[in-house]
DNA sequence: TTGTAGGCGTTATCAA
DNA sequence: TTGATAACGCCTACAA
């Protein structure tokens, strides 16, 4: 590798020369500043970054941390987090959880975005400070230095529940993702107390189990089919899962929504396609405020509270009928 | 940041001490070692990659380089690259065109992949070198140090009109992507020579133009439905295109693969769902092939021939017919 | 078993 | 306008 040492010896001149050459000081004769220039083109130099971030500390790099590669959607947040990076003049550099305490360093990275369920809350908080700040979503965190941004699941299933309920649905299965997140408990719980109030409940063979993958809802609704009795409607925690329960559903002959309705909750790109009724989550957004929220933070001009933002429902006929008639379901 | 140094006062000892106890260095004593891991852990040390890559220079991290965040299929790829880099032990970092010329240095990463289209050749061609290899995805390059991974577009092409031939099509359109672009220019020449063995060729105002973007292939399909002549098929060269253009027909009042036919290319998601005929490439293992010479590159067992790898044709119904009929393409 | 000293490539300070 | 020197944090001979 060539240092600035070598061009230094090359143009006869002290590798401080070079320096200050190459970072458009004033100090350095046109001459010289040339015949430097020259020599880096010809001699193929690379400054080398990392010992750059050694003595000046500073990198204006954001790191975003995900590895599950295989849900579409992320793609927007990184969209979001990459757009909004370079309108403030910051790189992007993206790892996975296995190797993110690496690159989680102020000599690398000036702050990061986590997106990724395997990163440990406790790393997290073993990073973060206010010389480096962190944004977690769908992560709730209390800690200078890391703020959690946070998707109000409770309202927007509330939202979706009821208007299914008006529309006529009684009978409501819920497949569950991982029971453990969060997300999951929440949308449940939404679902729950909006039945609730409405004096419905789950049957405890309609509550299923997923994680969150296309293929445990093809599992979960042939498990569902040989149940005594189906619900009007499966109310799914993702949108993966819906499609594989969907796919179950049709290969057993069931017409879709005429037999069983099924709501979804991502709006992943197939969904549009299928006419899923499901949650649209702004995801390119969440990525552009994640990004916008953290570089305030590491000038010095953000807070550490908390913020959540809304998602909405989108109402779609394909798998959801408009209208169930109150009483008697089957009849379509 | 606490360093090595802070530790060593702590603990009593010298810096070296601290960074032989950190190595696991068998000179140090069992009672230090433990004070000196114990006072990592209170005063959360986080050792400073940077100036470990500065002495030893080495660093077993790979570099993805890849911006076009819309393009789902390079999820896959992604994923390939990843879990063959876990399973071979090194770490993964991922950053865009704008960024990858910090990143693609020995100091940060020891070798990286190049799927962007944004990435300068000459970039390619100034960074690579025995120590520091560069795959590069779809784009052939002769370099000591730069190996490129080609898609036969050629063979799998000709695979498929050949098909459509025997199906009994012979009116074609041809959708064009990026003129400029390698991929295209190939799926274009192996799509006219097999016409041309058969006596046929493409009108010239059935050779349409996009940019490989839905929208662009919704308004090729709008300009086509304006000529007097519709083709019996119209094949373009990505998958996104082609969505556009069914959408576009449908709208006409276009009955697919009736009235007219549609082939895409790719493979994405929602092709399977359309019954789209395309040509499925394999991108997981494209990835974790790429990954795969890359590291036998980087410890000096690769190569840097070019290597092809084939696509295959997904036949699918829902956009082609089974049989034509050879002489009269409308009486279906 | 521990400590000292030098070096990795770059930048900043200060002197020439 | 230039150059010498020290420093960033860590590693590694080598010396004690």
Redesign the pocket.
């Known amino acids: ?1 060539i ?3 070598e061009i230094a010896k090359a143009a006869d ?5 070079v ?2 050459a ?2 458009g000081k ?4 046109e ?2 500043r040339e015949r430097i220039f020259a020599l880096c083109e010809e001699m193929n130099y690379q ?2 970054p990392a ?2 971030g ?3 500390g500073k990198s204006k790099t954001l790191l975003f941390v995900f590895s599950d590669f295989d849900r579409q959607f992320y793609l927007q947040i990184i969209k979001g987090i990459n757009q909004y990076t370079n309108l403030r003049g910051y790189d992007l550099l993206v790892c996975s959880a296995k190797t993110c305490s690496k690159f989680m360093h102020p000599s690398i990275t000036c702050g990061s975005i986590i997106l990724d369920r395997r990163v440990q809350d406790q790393l997290i908080l073993q990073k973060a400070s206010k010389d480096y700040p962190i944004i977690s979503l769908d992560r709730p965190l209390k800690h200078q230095g890391a703020k959690s941004i946070l998707l109000d699941n409770y309202s927007v299933m509330s939202e979706l529940i009821e208007g299914l309920y008006h529309r006529g649905y009684r009978k409501f299965a819920f497949l569950a993702g991982v029971e453990s997140t969060l997300d999951n408990q929440e949308r449940y719980a939404a679902m729950a107390e909006v039945l609730r109030s409405h004096g419905l409940k789950i049957a405890p063979e309609h509550h299923l189990h997923g994680d969150y993958t296309e293929q445990s809802g093809y599992q979960a609704a042939k498990i569902l089919l040989l149940s005594k009795q189906l619900p009007e409607i499966v109310v799914s925690a993702n949108d993966d899962m819906a499609f594989g329960m969907i796919e179950a559903f049709r290969e057993s002959g069931l017409r879709i929504p005429q037999d069983i309705a099924v709501t979804g909750f991502d709006d992943e790109k197939p969904a549009e396609a299928l006419g899923l009724t499901t949650i649209s989550v702004p995801n390119f957004e969440r990525g552009y405020l994640a990004t916008q929220h953290l570089i305030n933070c590491i000038i010095g001009e953000g807070d550490f509270e908390p913020v959540t933002i809304n998602a909405r429902v989108a109402w779609r006929n394909g798998t959801v009928l408009k209208q169930l008639g109150s009483r008697s379901p089957k009849d379509q």
Chains 1, 2 share one sequence.
């Not at 001149?13 to 020369?17: E, F, M, Y």
């Not at 004033?26 to 004769?29: A, G, L």
């Open positions: 590798m240092t600035i040492k001149v002290s590798p401080s020369t320096s200050n190459l970072n004033p100090n350095v004769s001459k010289v400054p080398n010992s750059k050694l003595k000046s």
